[in-house]
């Protein structure tokens, strides 16, 4: 059987450069809705968007743990 | 304290950056919601990219164990759809026009590192005009409010701002209120 590891490697440091990416981008949205933001409405976006994100991004891992690397490698 | 955190979310005041004390804000002006409703479409349709391709690839997936691969390959799909979106919900909500008793200001937000602030004082407004374009604005009343400044000095246009009518009448009743020295109530 040849070793998964190096694939699973590479897979989960592309998914963590995906996942700071995502992160860091959100941060500076949330930041421009809190900081510059006048009245209710930019609030409300920021908590559908911080709620919405962490859902995706949870879902993201829960799929991404349930990836098989071994079936990717011939045998 | 929940309550309180949660009130944030329903009755947030509209003060800003650099309001002078006392000074009250009349109008809190975006523009109209259709004018963001043609992005929002666009990637509302993008959602249906990943589930048309599960429903003309499914053999081929399960037959190749790919299932929690493709999942995960559209949670990220459907991830950059969400900033997509809230990006574009970010520079709507930022882009606005505040008209308080003693100014007009212009925030003008082109990108989210791209901010154009502009200043109008009441006592400087001469004129305000208004232009609606078309069928849909018409329906929908929204439309462009100008404001000519005192002498040569530059236009103020307002794009696509919802009932210009009524905005037009508030920006003459406060130049009016400030040349005559009357506070208005």
Same mark, same amino acid.
């Given at each position: 059987?040849?070793?998964? =590891?190096?694939?699973?490697?590479?897979?989960?440091?592309?998914?963590?450069?995906?996942?700071?990416?995502? %992160? &860091?981008?959100?941060?500076?949205?949330?930041?421009?809705?809190?900081?510059?933001?006048?009245?209710?409405?930019?609030?409300?976006? @920021?908590?559908?968007?911080?709620?919405?994100?962490?859902?995706?991004?949870?879902?993201?891992? +829960?799929?991404?743990?349930?990836?098989?690397?071994?079936?990717?490698?011939?045998? | 304290?929940?309550?309180?955190?949660?009130?944030?979310?329903?009755?947030?005041?509209?003060?800003?950056?650099?309001?002078?004390? /006392?000074?009250?804000?009349?109008?809190?002006?975006?523009?109209?919601?259709?004018?963001?409703? @043609?992005?929002?479409?666009?990637?509302?349709? @993008?959602?249906?990219?990943? +589930?048309?391709?599960?429903?003309?690839?499914?053999?081929?997936?399960?037959?190749?164990?790919?299932?929690?691969?493709?999942?995960?390959?559209?949670?990220? %799909?459907?991830? /950059?759809? %969400?900033?997509?979106?809230?990006? @574009?919900?970010?520079?709507?909500?930022?882009?606005?026009?505040?008209?308080?008793?003693?100014?007009?200001?212009?925030?003008?937000?082109? &990108?989210?590192?791209?901010?154009?602030?502009?200043?109008?004082?009441?006592?400087?407004?001469?004129?305000?005009?208004?232009?609606?374009? /078309?069928?849909?604005?018409?329906?929908?009343? =929204? /439309?462009?409010?100008?404001?000519?400044?005192? &002498?040569?000095?530059?236009?103020?246009?307002?794009?696509?701002?919802?009932?210009?009518?009524?905005?037009?009448?508030?920006?003459?009743?406060?130049?009016?209120?400030?040349?005559?020295?009357?506070?208005?109530?």
């Amino acid at each position: 059987m040849v070793d998964a =590891f190096p694939l699973q490697l590479i897979l989960n440091i592309f998914v963590a450069l995906i996942f700071l990416l995502y %992160w &860091g981008l959100t941060f500076v949205i949330l930041y421009h809705l809190a900081r510059f933001g006048i009245g209710v409405q930019p609030k409300r976006f @920021a908590a559908i968007f911080l709620f919405g994100s962490v859902v995706l991004s949870g879902f993201a891992i +829960i799929f991404l743990n349930n990836i098989d690397i071994q079936s990717f490698i011939p045998l | 304290m929940i309550n309180k955190l949660i009130s944030i979310f329903r009755d947030s005041p509209n003060s800003f950056d650099d309001q002078e004390k /006392g000074e009250i804000v009349l109008l809190l002006l975006r523009r109209h919601i259709f004018t963001i409703l @043609a992005p929002l479409a666009l990637f509302l349709l @993008a959602c249906l990219v990943p +589930i048309v391709t599960g429903i003309m690839f499914y053999s081929f997936i399960s037959a190749h164990h790919l299932l929690y691969l493709f999942y995960f390959g559209s949670s990220l %799909w459907y991830m /950059g759809i %969400w900033m997509a979106i809230f990006y @574009a919900l970010t520079i709507y909500t930022l882009d606005t026009v505040i008209i308080t008793d003693h100014r007009i200001i212009d925030n003008d937000q082109r &990108g989210l590192f791209y901010r154009n602030v502009s200043e109008l004082h009441s006592h400087r407004i001469q004129d305000v005009s208004t232009r609606t374009n /078309g069928i849909i604005e018409t329906f929908l009343n =929204f /439309g462009d409010i100008t404001v000519q400044t005192a &002498g040569s000095e530059k236009q103020f246009v307002f794009h696509q701002m919802p009932n210009p009518i009524k905005v037009k009448d508030t920006i003459m009743q406060t130049a009016a209120t400030r040349d005559s020295g009357v506070k208005a109530l």
